[in-house]
């Protein structure tokens, strides 16, 4: 069993920066992937990011690349998103997930969730 608690969302005006994190209890952090989601209003959850367990490799969705950076620190059993040039349609509900597959790019595939951020981007 892993919990998950994201903090560090807010309100921040276009083209600023905000600094995600996730933190985790439980067993074996560093055994599981771990991305972010998120969800803006009336709209499906969407794959941000996702981190191996070791931290070696990366995958980011194309509304994000370039602008954000995931990483983690398993001796802390910690993930952070970090998010630069900030957009309005960056705005969403943020979520941390763990799964036991780095591929893995669908909420399905996640095991476990946090209970979300949110960041609010104003024009």
């Known amino acids: 069993q892993v919990q998950l608690v994201e903090s560090g969302g807010g309100l921040v005006q276009a083209g600023g920066s905000l600094r995600l994190s996730c933190a985790a209890s439980?067993?074996?952090?560093?055994?599981?992937?771990m991305g972010w989601f998120r969800q803006a209003p009336g709209k499906e959850r969407e794959f941000v990011a996702v981190?191996?367990?070791?931290?070696?490799?990366?995958r980011y969705a194309n509304s994000v690349k370039g602008r954000c950076t995931i990483s983690r620190d398993n001796a802390e059993n910690t993930v952070f998103l970090q998010m630069n040039s900030l957009k309005p349609e960056d705005t969403a509900v943020y979520y941390c997930a763990a799964s036991s597959n780095y591929y893995a790019g669908t909420t399905g595939q996640y095991i476990y969730w946090g209970q979300g951020t949110q960041v609010t981007v104003s024009s």
């Open positions: 981190i191996s367990g070791l931290g070696r490799s990366t």
């Open positions: 439980g067993r074996a952090f560093s055994s599981y992937a």
